[in-house]
Nanobody, 124 residues
Framework: QWQVVESGGGLVQPGGSLRLSCAASGFTTELLAIGWFRQAPGKAREGVSCISSSGDSTKYADSVKGRFTISKDNAKNTVYLQMNSLKPEDTAVYYC?????????????????WGQGTQVTVSS
């Protein structure tokens, strides 16, 4: 069974950092693109960052550029989202998703496998 599981969420103060992990099982992270999405209460789900299956291409939402970094460790079958300089507006449930070869922050239909999400709360 192919699936992805997120971890690493929590409560952090503004300006702090968190690293989210997306662990793949049933397939290797070299096979599919991985995307990170988030959904805040009362808002639509939005793309945050993604990395292609080869790892050669990454994309970031304008709101997180320069603060978030996506990376993958194929040996551990895991994709990471390092989040620095966190702001209260980053508060959301963060989901990882796997699908396709190239990544997209918009075309969520490309992603076949979605995790259950991990809560990130940025508050003092």
């Amino acid at each position: 069974q192919w699936q992805v599981v997120e971890s690493g969420g929590g409560l952090v103060q503004p300006g702090g950092s968190l690293r989210l992990s997306c662990a793949a099982s049933g397939f290797t992270t070299e096979l599919l693109a991985i995307g990170w999405f988030r959904q805040a209460p009362g808002k639509a789900r939005e793309g945050v960052s993604c990395i292609s299956s080869s790892g050669d291409s990454t994309k970031y939402a304008d709101s997180v550029k320069g603060r978030f970094t996506i990376s993958k460790d194929n040996a551990k079958n895991t994709v990471y989202l390092q989040m620095n300089s966190l702001k209260p507006e980053d508060t959301a449930v963060y989901y990882c998703a796997a699908g396709g070869l190239s990544c997209s922050l918009i075309a969520t239909v490309l992603y076949d496998y979605w995790g259950q999400g991990t809560q990130v709360t940025v508050s003092s």
